[in-house]
C-alpha cells in the first residue's frame, strides 16, 4: 500500500474532514416539529378541557405547553456541534420526552375520568 502524497512511509495518514452535509439541520428541524407537536398537542388537550370545563386539565396542558415551547425559543436546536465538537443533547431530548409523557399522562387520565363519569 502506497502512502498518501505528502506522507512519509510509516507515518498514520490524518483522518479525512468531516463532511457534515445537511444532518445537522435535518436533526433541528427534527425536534422542532417534536416541540410543535406537542404544543400543538397540549393546546388541543386544553380546549378540550376549557369545553368539558375541566379547569384542572387547561392548567396542566398550559403548563406543558409553555415548559415545552418557552426553552425552546430561548435556545433553539440549531444543529451545530459545539465548539469542543461534542454534541450534548441529552438535556433536550429527556426535557421533551418528559414533557411528552407528562401530556399523556394528563390525557389520559382526563380520558378516564371522563370514561368513568369523573367532571
Known sequence: ??????????????PPERDEGLQPERTALAWQRTVL???VGALLLAASGLRAGN???VW???VVAV????????????GRLPSHGRLYAWS?????????????VVG???ALSQAFGGP
Not at 500500500?1 to 490524518?14: F, K, N, V
Not at 415548559?67 to 440549531?78: F, I, M, N, Y
Not at 433536550?92 to 399523556?104: I, N, S
Open 108 to 110: 389520559a387520565a382526563w
Open 37 to 39: 407537536g406537542v404544543v
Open 60 to 62: 396542566a396542558a398550559g
Open 55 to 57: 379547569g384542572a386539565v
Open 92 to 104: 433536550f431530548l429527556v426535557r421533551v420526552v418528559g414533557l411528552v409523557l407528562a401530556l399523556a
Open 1 to 14: 500500500m502506497t502512502p498518501p502524497e505528502g506522507a512519509r512511509p510509516g507515518e498514520r495518514p490524518s
Open 67 to 78: 415548559l415545552t415551547l418557552v426553552p425552546s425559543v430561548l435556545r433553539p436546536p440549531d
